[in-house]
């Protein structure tokens, strides 16, 4: 599992929502990250295995709560199963949350008046998402799959593009995560060759 807690990391292959919903549900962002939590962990104790790798990722940063795009995808392993239960309907990331909250809930429905085998069949489509491919770091800058670059080259390159696409100019911090993801990336790559 790929899956990072920041920027979102969504299943390639699931759509998303086109127009986003208020939703009904009277919780804060930590209320509903109690909720996801207490849920799977009743839901381990219920199906007696373990929820293991959690992840629950999103665009919220520290002191960006309503961050432009509320999606949320919660990541796990489950029985052998790799998890993803990715929600965007509604336009708060509290009320994806607590969505995804009352999803595994019904997981535990399942659990209690049907058998392991139908829970594991509800997860099979869950199962079935890819985790994300993101851009290589070659791509987010712009070099070619042949072009020679060192470390030098990168940092240069990183702060000139931060510097077009920082929010304080414009830009979203989305695309300064996938910048910096990349420089990440390629910095490692090119100090362990």
């Not at 965007?88 to 535990?108: F, P, T």
């Not at 994300?132 to 060192?150: Q, T």
Request: with cysteine; glycine share 8%.
């Amino acid at each position: 599992m790929n899956a990072t807690a920041y920027p979102l990391s969504w299943p390639r292959g699931f759509p998303r929502s086109k127009a986003r919903e208020k939703c009904q549900f009277k919780t804060t962002l930590a209320g509903a990250l109690k909720n996801v939590d207490d849920s799977l962990r009743r839901f381990a104790a219920d199906s007696r295995k373990k929820v293991e790798g959690l992840v629950i990722s999103s665009n919220v940063t520290l002191g960006v709560q309503r961050p432009e795009d509320p999606a949320v995808a919660v990541w796990f392993a489950w029985d052998g199963l790799q998890v993803c239960i990715p929600v965007d309907r509604y336009a708060s990331v509290e009320g994806n949350l607590q969505a995804i909250h009352h999803i595994i809930e019904a997981r535990r429905v399942e659990l209690r008046h049907g058998t392991l085998a139908l829970v594991r069949a509800s997860f099979t489509g869950f199962k079935a998402l890819p985790a994300p491919a993101g851009k290589s770091w070659r791509e987010v800058f712009g070099f070619g799959p042949a072009e020679i670059v060192n470390v030098d080259i990168i940092r240069v390159r990183h702060r000139h593009l931060a510097a077009a696409h920082h929010p304080d100019k414009g830009g979203t911090d989305a695309k300064m995560a996938e910048l910096n993801a990349a420089r990440d990336e390629a910095l490692k790559e090119l100090s362990n060759g």
